[in-house]
């Protein structure tokens, strides 16, 4: 038995009828280098039962506590079925990326089941290309950016010929609780784990309160009233308690304003997908003395701009993007769960001129990462300390009603990622990866998230948006290019 993080239980607390908390990945897989010349169900099948020891995640199921007294385990399933987890189909003809981008928005808009484990592993076939996709989906209370990665290379090998079983690593110890030998927990037994956690709510409160409450504004709390004085107040009456105090970085000062995909969303979901070169995007990169990240928020702002100008609303100030930062270090690698921070960085659709744009980013996300440096690596996780579990779930959705109803604005506009990945080959069950797309998660108030993936001399763009907000998401993908293209002319290249 494990038991869930308060940041964990977030993921899990935002789900509802409209809302899904999984992300995933579609890869592309070149069958021809396979020993058979094709991969199928069966052979990602053979490929999971040989590396299951080593993804420990992928048996474990929810245990919630009764009455919600506490956060809930995670217990392994017993009765844990592959078969169920990997599924097979295929697309009609043609098979064109624009019908398997449809079957994936389909795919991720249905929630995972809670009586199994929390993911699933779809095999599509059909493909124009000849290729085979592998769509992968787990929910994002199980894993994060950088565990995710993780568990993707405890999949995929150096060469088509694989791993021996000697050559696989060992199993990581996560932090299990140790077993009772009984197998299953039961409902007393779990409403007793429960009764011994509540001691804990006000002991944990009290740890949090120093390193949490001065940076509130800095969390999906900072919407409820009254989140900003009280931040403030703390960190003025600890800088006369504690003379020399480092001072708390300054806020941001962004007030994101409204757009039509900031509001609630419903449970239907569009998926785009696209590459773009990586070699390129260097040499914009190296041109104007920025880097790989600022051209990549660069050409989002610039893609999404004109999805603004062409739905006339283009606000007069910037956009405010939320970009995920990982906070796990390297002693915390294979412990799964959530270890991030979320940050907010202005996307300055307000400014046409693209060159001027990638210098105003390039000063705008040096800041950002001066006020990471300051922030409390377990911000999220403090801040949640403050809500009893029995509550906690209520009340995280209100804060997700807040950020998308409250009069005003929204906290943030939209997700931008940007995740560096391996420059070299891989292979998953023999089948070289050609592409691997991210697949991630919008919620009410920020209906549409980018995230890029770089492997192997280009940059795997995934894009996800509500159905009715964004019907024309394919348009953004393409506006990248277009941006970037406008930035490689505007240097000369």
Same mark, same amino acid.
């Given at each position: 038995?494990?038991?869930?993080?308060?940041?964990?239980?977030?993921?899990?607390?935002?789900?509802?009828?409209?809302?899904?908390?999984?992300?995933?990945?579609?890869?592309?897989?070149?069958?021809?280098?396979?020993?058979?010349?094709?991969?199928?169900?069966?052979?990602?099948?053979?490929?999971?039962?040989?590396?299951?020891?080593?993804?420990?995640?992928?048996?474990?199921?929810?245990?919630?506590?009764?009455?919600?007294?506490?956060?809930?385990?995670?217990?392994?399933?017993?009765?844990?079925?592959?078969?169920?987890?990997?599924?097979?189909?295929?697309?009609?003809?043609?098979?064109?990326?624009?019908?398997?981008?449809?079957?994936?928005?389909?795919?991720?808009?249905?929630?995972?089941?809670?009586?199994?484990?929390?993911?699933?592993?779809?095999?599509?076939?059909?493909?124009?290309?000849?290729?085979?996709?592998?769509?992968?989906?787990?929910?994002?209370?199980?894993?994060?950016?950088?565990?995710?990665?993780?568990?993707?290379?405890?999949?995929?090998?150096?060469?088509?010929?694989?791993?021996?079983?000697?050559?696989?690593?060992?199993?990581?110890?996560?932090?299990?609780?140790?077993?009772?030998?009984?197998?299953?927990?039961?409902?007393?037994?779990?409403?007793?784990?429960?009764?011994?956690?509540?001691?804990?709510?006000?002991?944990?409160?009290?740890?949090?309160?120093?390193?949490?409450?001065?940076?509130?504004?800095?969390?999906?709390?900072?919407?409820?009233?009254?989140?900003?004085?009280?931040?403030?107040?703390?960190?003025?009456?600890?800088?006369?308690?504690?003379?020399?105090?480092?001072?708390?970085?300054?806020?941001?000062?962004?007030?994101?304003?409204?757009?039509?995909?900031?509001?609630?969303?419903?449970?239907?979901?569009?998926?785009?997908?696209?590459?773009?070169?990586?070699?390129?995007?260097?040499?914009?990169?190296?041109?104007?003395?920025?880097?790989?990240?600022?051209?990549?928020?660069?050409?989002?702002?610039?893609?999404?701009?004109?999805?603004?100008?062409?739905?006339?609303?283009?606000?007069?100030?910037?956009?405010?993007?939320?970009?995920?930062?990982?906070?796990?270090?390297?002693?915390?690698?294979?412990?799964?769960?959530?270890?991030?921070?979320?940050?907010?960085?202005?996307?300055?659709?307000?400014?046409?001129?693209?060159?001027?744009?990638?210098?105003?980013?390039?000063?705008?996300?040096? *800041?950002?990462?001066?006020?990471?440096?300051?922030?409390?690596?377990?911000?999220?996780? *403090?801040?949640?300390?403050?809500?009893?579990?029995?509550?906690?779930?209520?009340?995280?959705?209100?804060?997700?009603?807040?950020?998308?109803?409250?009069?005003?604005?929204?906290?943030?506009?939209?997700?931008?990622?940007?995740?560096?990945?391996?420059?070299?080959?891989?292979?998953?069950?023999?089948?070289?990866?050609?592409?691997?797309?991210?697949?991630?998660?919008?919620?009410?108030?920020?209906?549409?998230?980018?995230?890029?993936?770089?492997?192997?001399?280009?940059?795997?763009?995934?894009?996800?948006?509500?159905? *009715?907000?964004?019907?024309?998401?394919?348009?953004?993908?393409?506006?990248?290019?277009?941006?970037?293209?406008?930035?490689?002319?505007?240097?000369?290249?």
């Amino acid at each position: 038995m494990r038991q869930l993080t308060s940041l964990d239980m977030q993921f899990l607390a935002l789900e509802s009828d409209r809302q899904v908390g999984h992300v995933g990945g579609l890869a592309i897989l070149d069958a021809s280098t396979a020993p058979r010349g094709e991969v199928g169900c069966e052979e990602i099948r053979t490929l999971l039962r040989e590396r299951l020891p080593l993804l420990p995640p992928f048996r474990w199921r929810l245990a919630e506590v009764p009455l919600g007294l506490d956060y809930p385990y995670w217990i392994d399933d017993e009765e844990f079925d592959l078969d169920y987890h990997v599924r097979e189909l295929a697309l009609p003809r043609p098979g064109s990326d624009a019908q398997l981008a449809a079957q994936v928005a389909r795919i991720i808009s249905r929630p995972l089941d809670r009586k199994r484990p929390l993911w699933e592993l779809y095999v599509i076939d059909g493909l124009k290309s000849g290729n085979t996709a592998v769509l992968t989906k787990i929910h994002h209370a199980l894993i994060d950016g950088m565990s995710g990665a993780e568990i993707m290379g405890l999949l995929l090998d150096l060469s088509a010929d694989g791993r021996k079983p000697e050559e696989l690593p060992d199993p990581v110890d996560v932090g299990q609780l140790p077993d009772n030998g009984r197998g299953r927990p039961g409902s007393a037994e779990m409403l007793a784990r429960g009764l011994m956690g509540v001691p804990r709510y006000p002991l944990r409160m009290i740890r949090s309160l120093p390193k949490a409450v001065p940076h509130i504004e800095d969390t999906p709390f900072g919407v409820l009233p009254g989140a900003g004085t009280i931040g403030k107040a703390t960190d003025r009456a600890a800088s006369l308690v504690f003379r020399g105090r480092s001072p708390r970085p300054p806020r941001s000062g962004l007030a994101a304003p409204r757009t039509s995909f900031n509001k609630r969303i419903t449970p239907h979901r569009r998926f785009s997908f696209g590459q773009m070169s990586l070699e390129e995007v260097k040499e914009v990169k190296n041109a104007f003395g920025s880097t790989v990240n600022d051209v990549v928020v660069t050409i989002s702002a610039g893609a999404v701009r004109r999805w603004l100008i062409a739905h006339d609303e283009l606000p007069d100030e910037p956009l405010v993007a939320q970009v995920p930062v990982s906070v796990r270090t390297e002693d915390q690698a294979g412990t799964y769960g959530n270890r991030i921070l979320l940050m907010s960085a202005p996307l300055f659709t307000n400014i046409a001129d693209p060159v001027e744009r990638l210098a105003a980013h390039h000063e705008a996300l040096s *800041d950002m990462k001066e006020r990471h440096k300051a922030l409390p690596a377990e911000l999220l996780q *403090d801040a949640n300390h403050f809500i009893p579990p029995a509550v906690f779930s209520r009340a995280a959705q209100l804060t997700f009603r807040l950020a998308s109803s409250r009069p005003g604005r929204p906290t943030w506009n939209l997700v931008i990622s940007n995740v560096p990945g391996p420059q070299f080959p891989l292979y998953m069950a023999g089948a070289e990866l050609v592409a691997n797309y991210p697949v991630s998660v919008i919620t009410d108030g920020m209906g549409l998230n980018i995230t890029v993936m770089s492997y192997r001399g280009h940059m795997d763009f995934g894009l996800v948006a509500d159905r *009715d907000q964004m019907p024309d998401l394919p348009k953004v993908l393409d506006w990248l290019h277009d941006e970037l293209d406008s930035l490689r002319k505007a240097a000369g290249l």
